[in-house]
């Protein structure tokens, strides 16, 4: 088969991921603590046994700049400041977010969106839902009607491929990855808005789309190139 032909269907599969994941940092904007994809490809001369092809190596990594910090004056919405995450309770495991939209289950324990428990350090604090209002520092510490309840469990993971998202907006911890102490600030009454610029995403969507329907031309050209040749 023809070099240009295997390079065409390269470029446009590896634009089309490259659509998928701008798409989806674009379905994300109001999410909040929401943390844009990167797509990432490079090529690697030789395919097999012919060393004529080029095979492209496409991936994608986790985009962790800091978000804007919204106010809403909750008590219970907290948001992170540096490199870090609340922990959660999942269905059989423990998973990381930045989602910091708390809230207080009937029985008093603090929960995210999905009513998974907040993890916290030692034992599980219990809040009065119908109690005195609810403080906390900007170390996780949470005091209510004066009184310590307990602190936040707050974590960071050592390297960049450490961790990887889910389909409910939390991380996974991968395996073998090295989770430490976070030294992030907790801010009460603000959220942390998605880190995705929508603006840009549409300028590296519409580029993808560019480069994906020039690809898929010159596939077309090269293809009638052939039709032609064995009429």
Avoid: C
Avoid at 6 to 16: E, G, P, S, W
Avoid at 171 to 192: K, L, M, N, P, W
Avoid at 204 to 217: G, N, P, V, Y
């Amino acid at each position: 088969m023809n070099v240009g032909l295997y390079r065409t269907v390269a470029a446009m599969r590896t634009n089309q991921q490259r659509i998928e994941v701008v798409s989806s940092n674009l379905a994300n904007t109001e999410t909040t603590g929401f943390k844009r994809m990167l797509h990432v490809a490079h090529g690697a001369e030789g395919w097999g046994k012919d060393q004529e092809h080029q095979q492209v190596v496409t991936g994608t990594r986790l985009d962790m700049q800091q978000g804007v910090l919204q106010r809403t004056g909750e008590d219970l919405d907290l948001a992170l400041e540096g490199e870090g995450f609340f922990v959660v309770d999942g269905l059989g495991e423990e998973l990381l977010t930045r989602q910091g939209q708390f809230q207080l289950s009937q029985d008093g324990q603090l929960v995210d969106r999905d009513s998974n428990p907040v993890q916290w350090v030692g034992q599980r604090g219990v809040l009065d839902p119908s109690g005195a209002a609810i403080k906390v520092d900007n170390r996780g510490g949470v005091i209510q009607g004066g009184l310590p309840v307990g602190r936040l469990r707050i974590v960071d993971v050592l390297g960049t491929d450490g961790i990887e998202p889910n389909d409910e907006g939390s991380y996974r911890v991968r395996a073998g990855a090295e989770v430490v102490q976070s030294d992030a600030i907790v801010t009460q009454g603000f959220i942390e808005r998605a880190n995705v610029q929508a603006v840009d995403e549409l300028v590296e969507l519409i580029a993808a789309q560019r480069a994906f329907d020039s690809a898929a031309q010159a596939f077309r050209t090269i293809d009638q190139s052939y039709r032609r040749l064995h009429q």
